[in-house]
């Protein structure tokens, strides 16, 4: 597989709910947004997705095709579990996710990796399992503020990704993304990163996927998420390596989706501003 040119690289945008929104309000959510991607001419080409609980995914799923959005929008969970069945109470295995129509799984999200355990080694199972049934999985990495300051964001989030994609192969790659999301930028208490900081690590990133992968390491969109807002997305879009936005607070209103996309894809220039 050839590395595609930047401007051939296809821009993603989406929002992680988090542990919020009923389906119903995931419906809405859905309902609400056709007409504004209309509205800002949002080009075809811009990959959109919304992760939402587990408890909204068919009704998203519904509220998707009824929205005239089935192919622009994937619909994603929020975890999976590697085994395909088994006494795993309280979890989700892949075949429950595909069999409904589910697009996309988040893994290795720093709050589940902080708050409930995930460990490297476990993502390490999901990541290969939820590929291999057709999947396309985001793949979180980040490092935390105590890891930033003693200097080992880079190898701490290289770390975290070759773990995780040990036994994922080239057959799958079209399905992966990555999302750098340093920890200590994530959520209300969290502080935004600079460009600078992005670049530090996902340049490190990009290099072992190409050391993994070879040149079609190149083609996996790496995305940044962390308190990402309308004022500050232009700094991560027109960074060299980023190829898309992880949003959360920001864009769980469909309101507040809309105004970072616009202005995301103003910064990249695929659309006009209303100054233009
Ligand atoms: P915030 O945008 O609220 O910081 O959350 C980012 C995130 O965790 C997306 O998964």
């Given at each position: 597989?050839?590395?595609?040119?930047?401007?051939?690289?296809?821009?993603?945008?989406?929002?992680?709910?988090?542990?919020?929104?009923?389906?119903?309000?995931?419906?809405?959510?859905?309902?609400?947004?056709?007409?504004?991607l209309n509205q800002n001419r949002v080009p075809e080409t811009v990959r959109l997705f919304v992760i939402p609980p587990f408890t909204s995914l068919p009704m998203a799923i519904a509220a998707r095709e009824t929205a005239g959005l089935t192919s622009r929008v994937w619909i994603g969970a929020q975890n999976v579990h590697w085994a395909t069945e088994g006494a795993y109470t309280g979890e989700i295995s892949v075949p429950m996710l595909t069999s409904i129509g589910v697009d996309l799984v988040l893994l290795g999200h720093a709050e589940r990796r902080g708050l409930f355990g995930e460990t490297d080694e476990a993502l390490a199972k999901k990541v290969p399992a939820a590929l291999v049934a057709g999947l396309q999985v985001l793949l979180c990495v980040g490092e935390t503020?105590?890891?930033?300051?003693?200097?080992?964001?880079?190898?701490?989030?290289t770390r975290q990704l070759k773990i995780a994609l040990h036994d994922v192969g080239n057959?799958?790659?079209?399905?992966?993304?990555?999302?750098?999301?340093?920890?200590?930028?994530?959520?209300?208490?969290?502080?935004?990163?600079?460009?600078?900081?992005?670049?530090?690590?996902?340049?490190?990133?990009?290099?072992?996927?190409?050391?993994?992968?070879?040149?079609?390491?190149?083609?996996?969109?790496?995305?940044?998420?962390?308190?990402?807002?309308?004022d500050n997305c232009g700094d991560f879009v027109t960074l060299e390596e980023i190829d898309g936005l992880f949003v959360g607070r920001?864009?769980?209103?469909?309101?507040?989706?809309?105004?970072?996309?616009?202005?995301?894809?103003?910064?990249?220039?695929d659309i006009r501003g209303d100054a233009d």
């Open positions: 597989m050839q590395p595609l040119a930047r401007d051939k690289r296809p821009f993603h945008f989406g929002t992680n709910f988090k542990m919020n929104q009923t389906p119903a309000e995931t419906a809405r959510f859905l309902a609400d947004l056709a007409p504004r503020a105590e890891e930033k300051a003693f200097g080992v964001g880079p190898e701490t989030v057959e799958a790659l079209s399905r992966l993304l990555i999302g750098y999301e340093p920890v200590w930028s994530i959520g209300a208490g969290g502080t935004p990163a600079r460009p600078q900081d992005v670049m530090e690590t996902v340049v490190p990133l990009r290099h072992a996927l190409t050391e993994k992968f070879g040149a079609a390491g190149q083609n996996v969109p790496i995305l940044y998420g962390g308190s990402v807002a309308p920001a864009a769980w209103q469909v309101e507040g989706f809309e105004r970072v996309l616009q202005a995301a894809l103003v910064a990249r220039g």
